[in-house]
């Protein structure tokens, strides 16, 4: 599995325009649905890994993330993902998924390790992702500001980005964002987690 390390920061919508300011036009807006699965009895909650699957204009994809550990502000953790068919998306939202028919060679282990022979949806949420391009470092960056609803109708706003192993632009970043009277606020649990404490329902059975 590859290793993800991301910046998550709260922000409101003032904070939002201001980015829009500093580093706009938006590059695309993307809206996103995002699903996410595990087995009727949450084995995969309790072992604090996700699976989502995240459909993206004509893109379908399925995503097994690992257990967060904090690096400072970023969160570090696993990641396996595949593209699958509009058909196959379909089939495991209507009907689940056996883990060991799965293309993510992770889920398959994970799945072995566990004892889940089947995985069903638990809901979802919708994210429209705004796309900002950052010179930090001498890198072009890319800012990602989402608007993500849950179910419960509440709506957050976040500020995201993929850092490398060192957090290289983060304290540039944080000092752009001071000098333009943005508040420094880290997220610390993740739009799954967040899914699951605002309306997110079990598996059907």
């Known amino acids: 599995m590859a290793e993800e390390r991301e910046l998550k920061l709260a922000i409101s919508e003032d904070d939002a325009r201001r980015l829009l300011d500093l580093w706009g036009p938006p590059v695309r807006t993307l809206l996103q649905r995002n699903d996410y699965f595990d087995s009727p009895d949450g084995r995969l909650r309790q072992a604090r890994y996700g699976l989502r699957l995240r459909a993206e204009g004509p893109r379908r ?61 638990l809901g979802g949420i919708e994210n429209e992702r705004t796309v900002l391009v950052a010179n930090l470092g001498g890198d072009r960056v890319e800012i990602l500001l989402d608007r993500t609803r849950y179910p419960d109708g509440s709506i957050d706003l976040e500020l995201e980005m993929e850092c490398p192993v060192g957090g290289a632009w983060v304290p540039e970043l944080r000092g752009r964002l001071d000098a333009t009277g943005i508040p420094w606020r880290p997220r610390r649990e993740g739009k799954f987690s967040r899914f699951l404490a605002r309306g997110g329902a079990s598996p059907r059975s």
């Open 61 to 121: 994809t399925l995503t097994l993330k690992g257990p967060t550990r904090r690096d400072v502000d970023l969160a570090v953790r696993s990641e396996d993902e595949a593209d699958i068919s509009h058909a196959e998306a379909d089939r495991i939202l209507l009907e689940g998924l056996d883990p060991q028919t799965s293309s993510l060679p992770a889920l398959r282990q994970l799945a072995l390790r566990l004892g889940v022979s089947r995985v069903e949806v």
